[in-house]
T-cell receptor, first 113, second 116 residues
């Protein structure tokens, strides 16, 4: 049973517009959430994270929102750029110590010119 | 070298071969991880090493044998693999603090393994 779900396998957005990627989780013990970006033939690259004590974290064009009651998080990218085309993974951990991450299946974001 | 490096990047092996994957982290971290990514599936945690001690083995078959000689190096020894073991194998590292707190993991580029 998947504990982290990304229900949209792909998303197409026009350059300059906002990209919104969604992620749902089921495990209430998760308290740290991360987004990774992956290009073909490369490993995942860390983008941004959020602790469960916050509901928003912003870093440049990237903002992550966390809704604990709904067990939902989202990544907003604005404005979207062609270099943002990649697969985006949502991940979660129980925090505190060397925990493995639990990943979603990923969303392939395509930025249209 | 910077970040997390993995060798080889591609590996083709027969079911009777023995091979090893190597990972090295240049970030000064004290925890290292092996993940597996199969087609159409999410990344799956295989092993965790914290301060060189294996703290997690996520029900991985014994034909996969990890080794962590120090906090910078991690190996995955492969023996009598099956074709379904073909996947992308990713190594990651993070800094773990005694006081707890979240750890952000940084990944290498992966080894694309094909078992014939």
């Amino acid at each position: 049973d998947q504990q982290v779900k990304q229900n949209s396998p792909s998303l197409s957005v026009q350059e300059g517009r906002i990209s919104i990627l969604n992620c749902d989780y089921t495990n209430s013990m998760f308290d740290y959430f991360l987004w990774y970006k992956k290009y073909p033939a490369e490993g995942p690259t860390f983008l941004i994270s959020i602790s469960s004590i916050k509901d928003k974290n912003e870093d440049g064009r990237f903002t992550v929102f966390l809704n604990k009651s709904a067990k939902h998080l989202s990544l907003h990218i604005v404005p979207s750029q062609p270099g943002d085309s990649a697969v985006y993974f949502c991940a979660a951990s129980g925090g505190g110590g060397a925990d493995g991450l639990t990943f979603g299946k990923g969303t392939h974001l395509i930025i249209q010119p | 070298e910077t970040g997390v490096t993995q060798t080889p990047r591609h590996l083709v092996m027969g079911m009777t071969n023995k091979k090893s994957l190597k990972c090295e982290q240049h970030l000064g971290h004290n925890a290292m991880y092996w993940y597996k990514q199969s087609a159409k599936k999410p990344l799956e945690l295989m092993f965790v090493y914290n301060f060189k001690e294996q703290t997690e083995n996520n029900s991985v078959p014994s034909r996969f044998s990890p080794e962590c000689p120090n906090s910078s190096h991690l190996f995955l020894h492969l023996h009598t693999l099956q074709p379904e073991d073909s996947a992308l194998y990713l190594c990651a590292s993070s800094q773990v603090w005694d006081s707890g707190g979240p750890d952000t993991q940084y990944f290498g580029p992966g080894t694309r393994l094909t078992v014939l």
